[in-house]
């Protein structure tokens, strides 16, 4: 592949779920001719393959192993020269979205992402509180990591080789990078689907906890915890009644640390739920 186009990486395992919505709100894109849409399936036992090649312009590889950091090294191979967006999979970018973070990108930013928001309308009560607190949180809201997507110039990917043999992709890469060079762009937020259970909640934070030593633990999503404890007492400087979210943050992150601490095994611990059809 030759240009200057902005190349959208996907890795996908087993997501036939979610795929075509993904990829349905990403036509537009595709349609004019600045973007091109790669999905690398890894290891895929589904129709994800099937489902992603009905969709015009995206060009679909598959590897026979289940690994993201595989894939991500293969859509890189593949893409054309110029930035890259890397998509999760699960993730709702809107072809606006991706337009203003391409244009970010050829304007001077080496990293960005657009904003995130949480979808957690079908969830348990404790998994929306946990989310409310966690939207409310500034030092969370600049980072790259967390929003299953991120985006870098030419310049910002040559920052690194390819990927590490690591699981938090979206950690080391907002690693290499300052506060000052990343740009959350004013536009249409990604959407993320929050778990549904909090049993599912606890999955995932445990799965943080034990991958964060692959990076920096300081840098950790559910680590870093100066800067969350300093925006969580300005938030109840200003809204006691957030008490009952903090709470609920607190115990559920001090909970899944115990889980980790404790837990054997060392997979790729998915939650399931947010896939599920509503």
Request: glycine share 8%; hydrophobic share 45%.
């Amino acid at each position: 592949m030759s240009g200057c186009r902005t190349s959208i990486v996907i890795a996908a395992h087993n997501e036939a779920q979610v795929i075509a919505r993904t990829l349905a709100a990403l036509e537009p894109s595709v349609s004019s001719g600045d973007f091109e849409v790669l999905v690398v399936c890894n290891g895929c036992t589904d129709r994800t393959a099937q489902i992603a090649r009905g969709f015009a312009g995206v060009t679909v590889v598959e590897l026979d192993t289940a690994s993201k950091v595989a894939a991500l090294r293969e859509g890189d191979r593949l893409a054309a020269s110029g930035a890259r967006i890397y998509l999760d999979a699960d993730i709702v970018l809107t072809s606006r979205a991706a337009t203003d973070v391409a244009a970010a990108l050829t304007t001077g930013a080496l990293a960005a992402r657009p904003p995130r928001s949480f979808d957690a309308h079908h969830a348990a009560w404790v998994v929306r509180r946990w989310y409310a607190l966690r939207q409310s949180l500034p030092s969370i809201s600049g980072t790259l990591w967390g929003a299953g997507c991120y985006a870098l110039s030419e310049g910002g990917r040559s920052r690194f080789g390819e990927f590490p043999d690591i699981l938090s992709d979206d950690l080391f890469v907002h690693s290499l990078f300052s506060a000052e060079e990343i740009v959350i762009v004013a536009t249409d937020p990604v959407v993320i689907t929050t778990p549904r259970r909090t049993a599912d909640l606890l999955r995932i934070l445990r799965r943080h906890h034990r991958t964060q030593g692959e990076v920096a633990p300081a840098l950790s999503p559910i680590g870093g915890r100066a800067s969350q404890l300093s925006d969580i007492r300005t938030l109840l400087q200003r809204d006691p009644l957030r008490i009952i979210d903090v709470g609920v943050y607190v115990a559920t992150i001090a909970c899944a640390r115990l889980l980790a601490l404790t837990a054997s095994g060392g997979g790729w611990e998915r939650d399931a739920s947010s896939r599920e059809a509503r």
